[in-house]
């Protein structure tokens, strides 16, 4: 058993000592991992460091947490850099379509939001500000149910049959997405700004800034998944 690091040890240093003991054999291909609470009293550390530091090793394509089932070994050692490109591409395919669907949803949104389109959009904001302790297919969930409240206050039947048809996908890429960036990592409830000036501009009726501020939310995420790290 490797010895327990000591608790000033940064969330770093845990995914390498978990990750050497992958590569040593310790887990095979598809087994499922101790838990948060085994595995922080093996390294010497916190919970919350046991969690980020799987959330790297998830990044790496080394294990992957299935929801209420535990987390379980995919690979034991990392990702070739050239997967890594792969699998940034799949999410930016994603992104793009978001891209195509959430910026003409703002631009209506701004222009036909009811009074009650803007507050089922607040309380989901609040939602997903909430969710910030959740586990990632939570938050994901809690961060799209803000989408979904603007591409309703868009009013267009057809732009709301095309999202629902999308969330599935949408849903499995942002999982993936958070996992390949580590994007909880350091913020555990990334973007609340950008999500609040959204719905604040669609109240307000500004259309120009709705657009803008939903595009340079998308366009920030096509970078960050084609040059992860």
Known sequence: MPAPLRRHLLTDQAADLLQRRLADGEWEVGARLPGETTLAA????????????????????????????????????????WETVLRGEAIAEVVEVRNAIEVEAARLAAER??????????????????????????????DIDVHRAVVAAAHNAVLTELFETFVPRLTDAMIDMIELLGARRHDPAPDADEHRALVDAIAAGDTESAVRISRAHLDAMLVAVRSPG
């Open 113 to 142: 939001a009811t009074a009650a389109d803007v507050t089922v959009m607040r309380r989901a904001l609040d939602r997903r500000a909430a969710a910030f302790e959740a586990g990632d297919r939570d938050f994901v969930d809690a």
């Open 42 to 81: 093996e390294l010497g550390v916190g919970r919350s460091t046991v969690r980020e530091a799987l959330r790297i090793l998830a990044g790496q394509g080394l294990v992957r947490t299935k929801q209420g089932a535990g987390v379980f070994v995919e690979r034991v050692s990392p990702v070739a850099a």
